[in-house]
């Protein structure tokens, strides 16, 4: 599902990824873990173009993600991404931050999209949550809008960057169960976590 | 020295006429500046966070220009200095029609563009790059991620300068008496030398500016307000 | 434009000088620092009475800057231009009227760069002075202002700029500073309203764009002057 081969990544001179090889296969959930400053966050941040590199190749679902010919939108569209920041945007509420992706890349009708939000946001436990807006939730109740907000345009992958390290210690627990509930469906994962309970 | 003081005589008949006449147009000015204000200083704002090759300088000249040349400068170069580029035709045209009140707006409006701008970028600045990176994570484009998440809370962050802003657009189209834009203060000189009652006359305007302006600053609380981000 | 600058560069610098009163360039620079020097003292004790323990004191104040904030420099020449002359009981020339102005308008807006510069010091300050057994005015005069008004240069500086750009509204009263006497140069030559009109345009440009980058080195001068003076202490 996600290729890499020979992938660099440099800061200047500063070498960030050397000779990455590696794959994750369909429905497998890989865990990255490794002190900090290894470079986890900056790998799987190239997966979906969030971090160019500068030699090597990245394909998710046999398509190179750092090829100049293609629409990066409509990869990205493909790819589920959560932040350890959540990066909720707070002028709207749970339910459009889910839909927004569904509206403005997939072009769907509001009347679909709102129908698909709600879905997704029930599927996390957040179902009666829709109309909050992020500085009415907790952390953890964020982190599981985002990972809906994530999962809406139906990727084949999800990446998590260190999902729960911003959660105070009673919240991570509810993230994880979700997390835990989409690998037990079949999702292709890929995720830096410091949780080694979880990686386990 | 004997101050009359008998404004609502003075307002009705052709004075008052004159008076109103003038209002509307600082009105009609003041938003015909404000639109192009905003809408030219949102592209620049957003222009300059691109961070595409040259767009600091050309946004950065632009800015500079606006903003180290006096107002009343900019409108004279505009009305007497490009206005005599325009092919003839052009220029009998705007004559006719009243051409110093669109030279005059533009003027205005492209000057305070500059400050908008800078105001907005700023704003931009204020939040936080996970916002863009969450907005291009999830597919939108660049031009998307910008007008429906960054641009919008930039736009709540800067409320308060954007109002300033506004006020001194407001004010600011009082130059336009200079080049013969019949607003607010250029009619009441024109009827001060009619019929010399100054002080009323002044009086008058000068409430009606203050009025107006106390109704910007109130307006402008009032969507700080209304705005506030749920939560926070 | 290059030769309209060589023929006319003393008209434009000095205006009739001396076969008239001074004018252009000079003039412009003339109302602009007695317009700030004049305003800076007014400032202070505008800034002051708004934040007075007298009631009165304080809504007079805010009044005149409500005032001056919500009318156009224009309104407040055009006042001083008719209410001068009659309150002096003879005619005063356009110069005085326009430095008149120009010193209550700056004045409110002074007030509001000196308030924040006393309102960045931490308030420890007032509280030490207090304890010591100073007065609120003491206090103000000889730990808060000294401290302030290093703080607050650059700002001035950027005020100084500001005036510098609210001269050229003398051209309405015909007062002789830059702008008016761009325009003279205009009626002279009746051919070339752009070039000249782009000329005085860079001018304003260059006086004010090499002020600006001088604020901007004052910023870093004060900011530097502050760290080592919190390292030292």
Not at chain 1, 76 to 92: A, K, M, T
Not at chain 2, 39 to 53: D, E, F, H, W, Y
Not at chain 2, 206 to 212: A, D, F, G, H, P
């Amino acid at each position: 599902m996600i290729v890499f081969t020979g992938v660099e990544k440099r800061y200047g001179d500063y070498r960030a990824l050397i000779e990455i090889n590696a794959a994750v296969g369909r429905g497998e959930v890989v865990i990255v873990c490794g002190p900090s400053g290894s470079g986890k966050s900056t790998l799987i941040r190239t997966v979906n173009r969030l971090e160019e590199i500068e030699s090597g190749t990245i394909t998710v679902d046999g398509v190179d993600t750092h090829s100049s010919e293609l629409d990066i939108n409509r990869i990205r569209s493909g790819i589920g991404f959560v932040f350890q920041q959540f990066n909720l945007f707070p002028h709207l509420n749970a339910l459009q931050n889910v839909a927004l992706g569904l509206l403005k890349v997939k072009r769907m009708h509001r009347g679909e999209a709102q129908e698909r939000a709600q879905a997704l946001l029930s599927r996390v436990g957040l179902g009666h949550k829709a109309g909050a807006f992020p500085g009415e939730l907790s952390g953890g109740q964020q982190q599981r809008v985002a990972i809906a907000r994530a999962l809406a345009q139906n990727p084949p992958v999800m990446l998590f960057d260190e999902p729960t390290s911003a959660l105070d210690p009673e919240m991570v627990g509810e993230v994880l169960a979700v997390m835990r509930e989409l690998a037990a469906e079949g999702m292709t994962m890929m995720c830096v976590t410091h949780e080694m309970g979880f990686a386990r | 020295m004997v101050i009359r003081f008998l404004p609502l005589e003075l307002m009705q008949g052709e004075s008052g006429q004159v008076l109103l006449k003038g209002l509307l147009a600082t009105l009609e000015l003041t938003a015909l500046a404000w639109l192009l204000a905003f809408a030219v200083g949102i592209v620049l704002a957003v222009i300059r966070t691109s961070g595409l090759k040259g767009t600091d300088t050309v946004v950065g000249a632009y800015v500079a220009y606006h903003r180290n040349v006096p107002l009343l400068v900019q409108i004279l170069f505009w009305y007497f200095g490009i206005a005599t580029l325009l092919p003839m035709v052009v220029q009998k045209w705007l004559n006719v029609h009243g051409g110093g009140f669109f030279a005059g707006a533009i003027a205005v409006g492209l000057c305070m563009a500059a400050y908008v701008g800078e105001d907005l970028r700023s704003g931009i600045r204020a939040v936080s790059k996970g916002q863009l990176e969450a907005a291009r994570a999830i597919g939108l484009t660049f031009v998307q991620s910008m007008r429906f998440v960054v641009v919008p809370q930039a736009l709540r962050n800067v409320i308060p300068a954007l109002v300033n802003e506004t006020l001194l657009l407001f004010k600011n189209t009082s130059l336009l008496m200079a080049i013969g834009v019949g607003e607010l203060t250029y009619a009441s000189r024109q009827i001060e030398t009619q019929t010399f009652r100054t002080f009323e006359i002044f009086a008058i305007t000068t409430v009606c500016y203050l009025v107006i302006s106390i109704f910007i600053m109130l307006g402008g609380r009032a969507l700080e307000r209304h705005y506030k981000v749920a939560g926070r | 434009m290059l030769d309209i600058l060589h023929d006319y560069w003393l008209l434009l610098l000095i205006g009739q000088y001396p076969n008239g009163p001074l004018g252009g360039l000079a003039m412009t620079l003339i109302l602009a620092v007695a317009g700030i020097l004049l305003a800076f003292p007014c400032g202070i004790a505008i800034a002051l009475a708004t934040t007075s323990p007298y009631a009165a004191l304080r809504t007079l104040a805010n009044g005149l800057v409500y005032l001056v904030r919500g009318l156009p420099l224009l309104m407040f020449i055009f006042w001083a231009y008719f209410a001068i002359p009659a309150l002096l009981g003879e005619n005063a020339p356009g110069v005085l009227t326009m430095l008149i102005a120009l010193v209550i308008y700056e004045s409110v807006y002074l007030a509001e760069v000196v308030r924040a510069g006393i309102e960045a010091l931490p308030g420890g300050q007032t509280e030490a002075a207090r304890s010591l057994g100073l007065t609120n005015m003491q206090t103000k005069r000889l730990i808060i202002l000294p401290q302030a008004l290093y703080n607050m240069l650059p700002s001035l500086l950027s005020q100084f700029i500001s005036t510098i750009k609210e001269t050229s509204l003398g051209y309405v009263i015909s007062v002789n500073e830059l702008t008016f006497a761009a325009s003279q140069v205009n009626s002279i030559l009746l051919t070339q309203p752009f070039q000249v009109y782009l000329l005085l345009a860079i001018i304003y440009f260059l006086l004010c764009f090499l002020l600006t980058a001088a604020v901007r080195w004052l910023e870093k001068r004060v900011e530097q002057g502050r760290r080592e003076r919190k390292v030292k202490s």
